[in-house]
């Protein structure tokens, strides 16, 4: 499922040096802490500076991103989107049994689209190039267009395509936890010489009832059946099988499964998915024909922002099955959404080219090299998630350019017949197969350098250092004056001291998320007893598992957190003892939680303890206790 934190997830993974550079990852109250193999791939400056960071600490080994109280969630979209499962320490007592977030209906697709397409679309991509390729020197007369050469390499470009049922059997039935061979075996009968309905065998009919074969004749290159038919395999399998006897399960259960699921599609899932596909791709078609300028530029600006948050590959099947579609003489059409996103990957390469010209900051210049090379190659992650996006402004600018291009392409007529790979590896997608036409490759060449061009010219005039973190700054402005305005209006609210010790001063604290402020303001305790109490009425609404971190919002609603100790997170709970649980409502003087200070201490952590007012900025003013000394009940902080 897409989340709105899956773009800074992607920047975080490129910005600590990539997911090979990833020994693991856990998260604790509100950070996520890294175990790098080599910490100086990191790009710490620009972690800073990215919107939804409080700022980087490394210590103990650990390189550890503040991201706040949210963190839980941004986890689980690193995990995800970086498929960091074998990587992720998630938390012991995370409950495996608490139930699942609903998903829409969209994002359902998106995520089994995503499951299904991308184990082979390298492979994909890989067979388009060489179809692409034979397809040119054929034209250019390089290879004879009737010869064994060009129809054996065309052939094998060519049977990722014909055979894509099979692939997409294998793969769906992956996602779906059906077992691969049932799944390879529903694709495979689709794409059976028996089944290509050509006139050699009757297939008009099974059991008397008549089949309707798709308005391409047979099953071959085509997406959507195969995948339904394995969802519906997957479902069906699971509900039946537990009332076959184990002795003869291994024959009996392919062979239920696949029979009724290869009949039913036949009789209704092939058939109403092949329409659903005629008419999605009719869709596109009819924006297309209505203003081939709109179609380019809404698909050429927003491509980039939909591969952030994954939700691209809603119209990737489209895109394919479009390939595959045929006038009334029998000839490709084409399609055109994988040629308005054309422009996308050189406009990335062409800003980064101008960043590495106008910057000043050195660490900044030495990851543009990389990323304009991988950009040239289609592989523009290193450029968003290293360098635009972060920045911003020269994100949207890329859009911008990759939307013009996107017009004046589809303006032009320009079509795509075939997958190919990305960046210059995708040009030959434009050569029709049919016709050999080469000009419109050359003018998605032409078009794509103009993107690097006109980009790199947008970034000389428009790019400042100084912007770097001008979103971020804005924002905070923004939020001081109208919500310090807004607080200046309330009364005072006092914070009692939740333990007993010393006070510590916030600047004090060995922990820079701490003492820089970049949590809140408050201060902290140097604990004398193992007690926590509820500072004020109210929820508490974060309580780690491992105990060591509280946060409590009040009635008056004030964020508190209580922290105890530094890196305790590392004693995975041992020590601590809460008397609360997440959610609770309290009033101030409860018990939340018992620790053990001589525990703490002998596993080499310091005992002190911040509280934080982590919502600071809703408030004119946070003022700590000047005593040296505090009882659990005193007032400790006074927010105006």
């Not at 390298?122 to 054929?138: F, Q, R």
């Not at 790019?463 to 973190?469: A, C, H, L, V």
Request: charged share 20%; with cysteine.
């Amino acid at each position: 499922m897409a989340s709105k934190y899956d773009s800074l997830s992607r920047i975080i993974i490129q910005n600590v040096g990539g997911k090979d550079n990833i020994i693991n990852v856990t998260h604790c109250v509100t950070r996520l802490r890294f175990r790098l193999k080599d910490e100086s791939k990191a790009n710490t400056d620009i972690l800073k500076e990215t919107d939804g960071i409080v700022t980087v600490v490394k210590s103990g080994g650990q390189y550890m991103v503040v991201i706040g109280n949210h963190v839980p969630d941004v986890f689980d979209s690193l995990v995800s989107v970086g498929h960091l499962e074998s990587k992720s320490l998630k938390s012991d007592s995370a409950d495996d049994d608490s139930p699942k977030e609903k998903q829409g209906i969209f994002n359902t697709f998106v995520g089994i689209i995503t499951g299904v397409f991308s184990p082979f679309l390298g492979v994909l991509c890989a067979c388009g190039i060489l179809k692409g390729v034979m397809t040119l020197l054929s034209t250019l007369g390089v290879v004879n267009g009737a010869g064994g050469t060009y129809n054996i390499l065309y052939g094998i470009g060519d049977t990722a395509f014909y055979f894509m049922p099979v692939i997409l059997g294998f793969t769906a039935a992956k996602k779906f936890k059906l077992p691969e061979m049932e799944g390879m075996l529903i694709g495979l009968a689709l794409v059976s010489p028996y089944m290509l309905n050509n006139g050699t065998y009757d297939i008009s009919k099974l059991f008397g009832i008549p089949v309707i074969s798709p308005s391409t004749g047979n099953y071959t290159s085509t997406v959507l059946p195969v995948i339904c038919a394995v969802a519906f395999a997957a479902w069906f399998e699971r509900i039946y099988k537990k009332y076959i006897p184990d002795t003869i399960k291994t024959f009996t259960v392919p062979l239920i499964t696949c029979t009724v699921s290869i009949c039913l599609t036949l009789f209704v899932i092939g058939p109403v998915t092949s329409q659903i596909s005629k008419y999605l791709g009719m869709g596109f078609e009819a924006v297309n024909h209505f203003s081939p300028i709109l179609m380019g530029l809404l698909v050429g600006f927003f491509w980039q922002i939909l591969v952030m948050f994954g939700l691209h590959w809603a119209l990737v099947p489209i895109a394919i099955s479009n390939m595959t579609l045929l006038d009334s003489n029998g000839l490709l059409i084409g399609e055109v959404i994988l040629t308005a996103m054309l422009g996308t990957t050189f406009a990335q390469t062409g800003a980064c080219l101008g960043i590495m010209f106008k910057t000043k900051d050195k660490k900044l210049r030495s990851l543009c090299p990389p990323a304009i090379i991988s950009g040239i190659a289609g592989v523009t992650e290193p450029a968003i998630y290293g360098i635009t996006l972060p920045k911003k402004a020269p994100f949207f600018r890329t859009c911008a350019v990759a939307g013009v291009a996107g017009a004046v392409l589809c303006m032009l007529g320009v079509r795509d017949y075939q997958m190919a790979g990305m960046g210059v590896f995708s040009y030959t997608m434009f050569l029709n197969p049919d016709n050999k036409d080469v000009k419109p490759m050359i003018i998605g060449i032409i078009v794509s350098i103009i993107c690097v061009i006109v980009s790199f010219i947008l970034e000389m005039i428009f790019y400042k250092d100084g912007d770097k973190n001008s979103s971020k700054k804005e924002v905070k402005n923004n939020s001081d004056s109208n919500l310090k305005t807004e607080a200046a209006k309330k009364t005072k609210v006092s914070i009692a001291a939740p333990i007993k010790g010393n006070v510590v001063a916030l600047a004090d604290v060995k922990d820079e998320a701490f003492s820089s402020e970049s949590m809140g303001k408050g201060i902290a305790i140097e604990p004398e007893e193992g007690k926590v109490y509820a500072p004020a009425d109210g929820v508490i609404s974060t309580f780690f598992p491992t105990g060591h971190a509280i946060g409590i919002t009040t009635d008056l609603g004030a964020e508190i957190l209580i922290h105890v100790g530094m890196d305790t997170v590392e004693m995975n709970g041992d020590g601590f003892e809460p008397q609360k649980s997440q959610g609770d409502k309290v009033k101030k003087g409860d018990l939340l939680l018992k620790f053990n200070i001589d525990k703490i201490k002998a596993a080499g952590h310091p005992v002190t303890t911040p509280v934080i007012i982590t919502n600071s900025d809703d408030y004119a003013d946070v003022i700590p206790t000047n005593a040296p000394k505090v009882d659990s009940g005193d007032e400790l902080i006074q927010i105006i």
